[in-house]
Each structure stands twice: as C-alpha cells, then as structure tokens.
C-alpha cells in the first residue's frame, strides 16, 4: 500500500509565501517524476509543476518564476515553495507519484 501524504497549506495573504510537502511511503520503487497538480473551484485540474529523477523541472506559465520544485530522494519527499502567491493561486494542490495521489491540500490565498 503506497501513501501520499501532503502537508503546508494554509490561508496567506496576496504576496505571501508558503512551502507544500509530500511524503510518499509504503512499497514504491524507481521512482522518476514527481509532480504537483492544482484544482480551482469549477475549473479542470492542471500541471503546476514536475521534477524529473534528473533534475529537470518544468512549471506552469503562470507560476514561472514563483514556484519552485524540489526533490529529496533519500525521503522519498517532493516540495513546492509557492512565492508572491497571487488570489488566482487558490486551489486545492495534490502531488502526484506515479499512479498515486496525495490527498489534496488546501492554498487559499487572499487580496
């Protein structure tokens, strides 16, 4: 049984700062890319960010150069550090692992 487990949200005023984990356990291997999707009331979920095993990152437009994903491979752990968060950042955030998925954790942020 694998177990995504979120934590680090939270509510933050426009501008703010928050740092989202995700700890996966249980019997999971190889792990490649690690990714964080977003969920805003009424809308599809979307890709906000993803790390490679390598490395590599890509992000969202929208979030270029405010978010930062990260990885620790020894924990088995993925990071989003979410700066000058915008209302428009209001969402619920799952991590996604391969075929699992975090439970969801929600960002509301106000103006």
């Known amino acids: 049984q694998v177990q995504l487990v979120e934590s680090g949200g939270g509510l933050v005023q426009a501008g703010g700062s928050l740092r989202l984990s995700c700890a996966a356990s249980?019997?999971?291997?190889?792990?490649?890319?690690m990714s964080w999707y977003r969920q805003a009331p009424g809308k599809q979920r979307e890709l906000v960010a993803v790390i490679t095993g390598g490395g590599i990152t890509n992000y969202l437009d929208s979030v270029k150069g405010r978010f930062t994903i990260s990885r620790d491979n020894a924990k088995n752990t993925v990071y989003l550090q979410m700066n000058s968060l915008k209302p428009e950042d209001t969402a619920i955030y799952y991590c996604n692992i391969q075929q699992f998925w975090g439970q969801g954790t929600q960002v509301t942020v106000s103006s």
């Open positions: 249980g019997r999971i291997f190889r792990i490649d890319a």
